[in-house]
């Protein structure tokens, strides 16, 4: 019997890739941007969902205005925690599965070591509260809720959303002609958006639960990323490095918010590439995406 799905957030550029693979896989994909579902009203959630009859729902809707956060922290907590309480009820009351995405950033970024999903969370800022207090409302009204955390998701689709993401930014900024400085002193793993959807998909098809963490299979500071992504791109601006002390931002954010993937391969999913080779990957799939010649 063919499963039902839906994908929430379906034009971003996590929502494509998972729409993409769900639809590979021969599932019923139904799509929600927006426009089409505000799911910070519960009652407009709970008809939908009861309307779609679905067996699994994928949250990749998500405020991540990290430093607009801090200026508006009720924004945040209504997309990031309590539309999350509205889909797990909704969820709760359709026996349907739910797969929430969350972030690095519910770290300090204190540890020494990548982030297991058992170390202790400590948001520092309005944005990485919210999403924290979206795990939790998932947990709290579902028994076997997906938590999948992730960090620097880059995927083609960034070419089509207003925020894009970091390796369209450095593009940018080269093609600007002005010296590019990135911090050096923020250590992450950048994750290639199809390989989350895919991996995702794997746990849900292992019929897995809790907490889990999908990152890139790099760590990397941000300014060692942009050198890679200049190196794969062919071209050669002024890339300097700066850190946080120059470059202050409205929030704080985790130093060292690398995320270890060990739990993911214990229950045999597939280790995630090296971050070049996910890069080359991107500007493979980047081509199709300018010309307009997507499959």
Same mark, same amino acid.
């Given at each position: 019997m063919t499963q039902r799905a839906v994908v929430l957030g379906a034009a971003g550029q996590l929502g494509v890739e998972l729409v993409r693979e769900l639809q590979a896989r021969r599932y019923d994909v139904t799509t929600w941007d927006r426009a089409r579902l505000d799911i910070t009203d519960p009652r407009a959630v709970e008809s939908a969902l009861a309307a779609a009859s679905p067996d699994i729902v994928l949250n990749s809707a998500a405020y991540n205005q990290v430093?607009?956060?801090?200026?508006?922290?009720?924004?945040?907590?209504?997309?990031?925690?309590?539309?999350?309480r509205n889909l797990a009820l909704a969820c709760r009351q359709n026996d349907a599965r739910l797969v929430h995405f969350s972030t690095d950033y519910v770290f300090d970024g204190q540890a020494n070591q990548p982030y297991t999903e058992e170390h202790p969370t400590r948001p520092l800022g309005?944005?990485?509260?919210?999403?924290?207090?979206?795990?939790?409302?998932?947990?709290?009204?579902?028994?076997?809720?997906?938590i999948v955390r992730t960090c620097g998701v880059f995927g083609p689709g960034g070419l089509h959303t207003a925020r894009g993401n970091f390796v369209e930014l450095m593009l940018r900024l080269a093609a600007a002609g002005r010296p590019i400085r990135v911090v050096e002193d923020h250590i992450a793993s950048p994750t290639?958006?199809?390989?989350?959807?895919?991996?995702?998909?794997?746990?849900?098809?292992?019929?897995?639960?809790?907490? =889990?963490?999908?990152?890139?299979?790099?760590?990397?500071?941000?300014?060692? =990323?942009?050198?890679?992504? =200049?190196?794969?791109?062919g071209i050669t601006p002024?890339?300097?490095?700066?850190?946080?002390?120059?470059?202050?931002?409205?929030?704080?954010?985790?130093?060292?918010?690398v995320l270890s993937n060990s739990k993911m391969q214990r229950v045999g999913i597939a280790p995630m590439p090296p971050l070049r080779e996910a890069l080359e990957s991107y500007f493979a799939a980047r081509r199709p995406e300018l010309t307009g010649s997507r499959a």
């Open positions: 430093d607009v956060a801090e200026a508006e922290p009720l924004a945040a907590v209504q997309v990031n925690a309590l539309a999350v309005a944005y990485a509260v919210s999403k924290l207090a979206g795990e939790l409302y998932a947990q709290a009204y579902l028994e076997r809720a997906l290639f958006a199809p390989l989350l959807a895919s991996r995702t998909i794997d746990l849900v098809e292992r019929t897995q639960s809790g907490v =889990f963490h999908i990152g890139g299979g790099t760590p990397i500071s941000w300014f060692l =990323f942009a050198r890679m992504i =200049f190196e794969v791109a002024e890339l300097l490095p700066t850190n946080e002390k120059e470059y202050r931002t409205a929030a704080r954010r985790p130093k060292y918010s």
